[in-house]
């Protein structure tokens, strides 16, 4: 008699044939269980080694983190952008979501103060997001082999690999999009022998997790968009006494931040996304005192609209052959249009093409320099595991003769893990470079004093976050007039600008080329080409 498959199994071997000798399911079992294991090793490994949770958005997360840690709740000592200018230097957080930081806020709670605590929550995220690949790998009729190949590529893919060791949103979203995505069809396709009740409670599932989504990326909004498309295209198969249950299960879960930014901003959805639909150069986003219109927007110029838009669909079908790799870029190809034919596996793909038509058209016709700052590629992440589900399902399927199957899945799944390893540590190794100049910045403010005799040192840079990590509070230089700059600097009370500043209005100071009484060089930083400059704006 066959043993009864465990609950791991149950994840991972969801199409597993019945009568099945015990000695296969064992097997099976610790195939997965060592991919696993594998998987975590090198994502622990990593993460032990890193020397910053991530530049940038990663820092961000890891900033706001702190904040919690310390019972000041979603508040940041920083200004990154100037949609909303804040009163102060010190504001609510006002544009990108909050999820991310709870995460590493409360690892660092129970492990410690430590980056590798904050990392903690990424890395057991990442290593078990295989399990979601070879269960969609699983629904689409894949076997043993096209499970474990879809469950070792996803450990193994190289950006899966460095977001598991960033304090990103990446890992989770792709966790919340994923698991929304198969909930909606369950509620709308149940399997036998769910009833009613059990519709019900996946399409309260579906909404709660797309509100997780949400809650992680500002881009989850474009879920309502999916799930809408999809309940028209399938409006027959709707239980409409019920259907009320996706957008409560939403509520419930986003709701509460609705409240909150009515209350803290005066306003449920504060967002750039407006001003964002008019930018004419990724650095607009930076500007304070910008005007962007359509107007402005159409002063561009017809053949800058378009050609913009034509460059970024371009980059972003490179970024989705290029992401996932050769050789499951191509046989996920080859894997849709035999799950296509089949009615039920048509129903589940549907789901996961509308979100990537959304997210690429969102970002392509709407935001394209959202896209080129890297927006699309994190949130077209959210989709890896259906295309690593189809390519291993194609690959198993095609390659008939077991040695060669063999050999193709573990030589992709080698290369994967190589390129993931060399992908990370050059990242750190760009990480702690610009770590260690941004530590020789704080030495050399903490030298040069207080310039304005307030009690703290303010600084406007380029990265705000980094500054912020180690200790000062801090501004992102505008993109803006040296007037415009300067008043902000003053309104702020700002003791130094970093330079180089890469804003054309301060290039010519930096240079050499102009002078202004309101900025004065205060000190060289060793080691580096930056100077900063003391405002003086009195």
């Known amino acids: 008699m066959a043993e009864r498959p465990s609950a791991l199994e149950d994840m991972v071997d969801v199409s597993r044939p019945a009568g099945r000798a015990g ?56 200004i990154w952008q100037y949609h909303h200018p804040p009163a102060g230097v010190t504001h609510p957080i006002d544009h990108w979501m909050p999820l991310a930081a709870v995460w590493p806020a409360l690892a660092q709670s129970i492990f410690g103060g430590s980056v590798l605590a904050a990392l903690l929550p ?25 499970r474990l190949f879809a469950l070792a590529a996803t450990a193994c893919l190289p950006e899966l690999i ?3 060791v960033r304090t990103d949103t990446t890992i989770f979203y792709t966790w919340f999009v994923g698991l929304a995505l198969l909930a909606l069809h369950a509620g709308v396709f149940p399997a036998p022998p769910r009833g009613k009740w059990g519709r019900g409670a996946f399409l309260f599932l579906g909404g709660a997790l797309a509100g997780l989504a949400h809650l992680t990326r500002q881009d989850g909004m474009l879920l309502a968009a999916v799930f809408a498309c999809y309940l028209f295209i399938y409006r027959r198969a709707i239980p409409w006494r019920q259907i009320w249950l996706l957008p409560a299960g939403y509520l419930v879960v986003f ?26 150069t990724l650095i607009d986003q930076y500007s304070y005192a910008g005007t962007f219109s359509l107007q402005t927007y159409l002063e561009w110029g017809w ?52 979100a990537l038509a959304a997210l690429f058209g969102f970002y ?8 080129q700052g890297g927006s699309f ?79 703290e040192i303010i600084i406007m840079t380029q990265d705000p976050f980094m500054l912020n990590y180690l200790g000062f509070r801090a501004l992102m230089l505008p993109n803006d007039s040296l007037d415009i700059t300067l008043a902000v600097a003053a309104r702020y009370r700002v003791d130094y600008i970093l330079m180089p500043p890469a804003r054309a209005a301060l290039e010519p100071v930096y240079l050499g080329e102009q002078t202004d009484p309101r900025l004065a060089p205060a000190a060289e930083v060793p080691g580096t080409n930056m100077v900063l400059y003391r405002v003086n704006t009195e």
């Open 377 to 455: 590629k994190k949130s077209y992440m959210a989709v890896l595991p259906f295309v690593i589900a189809l390519g291993a399902a194609a690959v198993e399927h095609y390659v008939t003769e077991k040695r060669l199957r063999g050999v193709v899945m573990t030589m992709t799944c080698g290369m994967l893990l190589l390129d993931g390893l060399v992908l990370v540590k050059n990242d750190f190794a760009q990480t702690a470079a610009h770590l260690n100049s941004m530590q020789q910045v704080a030495e050399t403010m903490r030298a040069a004093g207080d310039a304005n005799d307030d009690g």
């Open 122 to 146: 990424s890395a057991l995220a990442g290593g078990l997001l295989p399990l979601l690949s070879a269960h969609i790998a699983g629904r689409l009729g894949a076997g043993r082999a096209g």
């Open 162 to 164: 460095l977001n598991s």
């Open 303 to 354: 053949g800058n609209i378009v050609g913009k838009r034509l460059f970024e669909a371009l980059a972003s079908l490179k970024l989705m052959y290029a992401l996932p790799g050769g050789v499951l870029s191509i046989a996920a190809v080859i894997g849709l249009q035999d799950a296509l034919r089949t009615t039920e596996r048509r129903r589940l793909l549907a789901l996961p093409l509308l």
């Open 364 to 371: 392509t016709l709407f935001v394209p320099f959202l896209s």
């Open 255 to 280: 709701g509460p931040w609705l409240l909150r930014n009515a209350a803290v901003l005066g306003e449920a959805m504060p967002s750039g996304v407006t001003r964002s639909l008019f930018l004419t």
């Open 23 to 78: 000695a296969h399911a064992d097997w099976y079992t610790a195939a997965v269980l060592l991919i696993l294991l594998l998987g975590f090793a090198v994502r622990l490994g990593l993460a032990a080694t890193a020397p910053h949770p991530g530049i940038a958005d990663p820092n961000h997360y890891y900033n706001l983190a702190q904040s919690l840690r310390q019972g000041r709740g979603f508040v940041i000592d920083y």
